[in-house]
């Protein structure tokens, strides 16, 4: 079993919709948990970080985090055609471990 | 602030030739990580560093070494490129996880190919 496993997508949704991922991990101890985005061709930026259960939310981004059933998700309210791009899932343990990224096309 | 620098960006190798990508950062972060970006797919890890002087294979080390020449430094080298070994390489910098403020950050990446 992968450490990090993401819904593979790909994601279309229209413009102004919700965009919904997810993504469950193997490890029950993990701590650290992060969303990151990347463009084509470029590298991956981080989006946003969450450790605690419950909802984190930064803008038109909100994480949520469930421990007891390992996985954490990301939602994208009032999608824009500058959100599509490829999400990547990561945990960081002692190591920095990755999903293989859901690609977001957000339809104008 | 730099932040997290790899070097060269692009680079084009002939089969069996070897080549070291360096990488430095200047955040004063104790773990650093080199992974693979093949199309289609993730980002998988070749090795990472959790502190200065320990190195660890990731997911995909065959082919590959490192060295964390220090607290800013993580190289990678391939002793004898093949063509599988085509692809984008990321080096990455962040505390090491279970914490708080544990985020990583990306260097521009170095697009190797191998013919």
């Known amino acids: 079993q992968k450490e990090v496993e993401q819904n593979s997508g790909p994601l279309s949704v229209p413009e102004g919709a919700i965009a919904s991922l997810n993504c469950t991990y193997s490890d029950r101890g993990s701590q650290s948990f992060f969303w990151y985005r990347q463009y084509s061709g470029k590298s991956p930026e981080l989006i946003m970080s969450i450790y605690s259960n419950g909802d984190k939310e930064d803008g038109r981004f909100t994480a949520q985090l469930n421990k007891a059933s390992q996985y954490v998700s990301l939602l994208i309210r009032d999608s824009h055609p500058s959100d599509s791009a490829t999400y990547l899932c990561a945990v960081n343990d002692y190591k920095l471990s990755f999903g293989a990224g859901t690609t977001v096309t957000v339809r104008a | 602030n730099a932040g997290v620098t790899q070097t060269p960006k692009f680079q084009v190798l002939k089969t069996g030739q070897s080549m070291t990508l360096q990488c430095a950062q200047d955040m004063n972060h104790n773990s650093m990580y080199w992974y693979r970006q093949d199309p289609g797919m993730g980002l998988r890890l070749i090795y990472y560093s959790a502190s200065e002087g320990t190195t660890d294979k990731g997911e995909v080390p065959n082919g590959y070494n490192v060295s964390r020449l220090n607290k800013r430094e993580f190289s990678l080298r391939l002793e004898s490129a093949a063509p599988s070994q085509t692809s984008v390489y990321f080096c990455?910098?962040?505390?090491?996880?279970?914490?708080?403020?544990?985020?990583?950050?990306f260097g521009q990446g170095t697009r190797l190919t191998v013919v």
């Open positions: 990455a910098s962040s505390e090491p996880g279970g914490h708080m403020n544990t985020e990583a950050f």
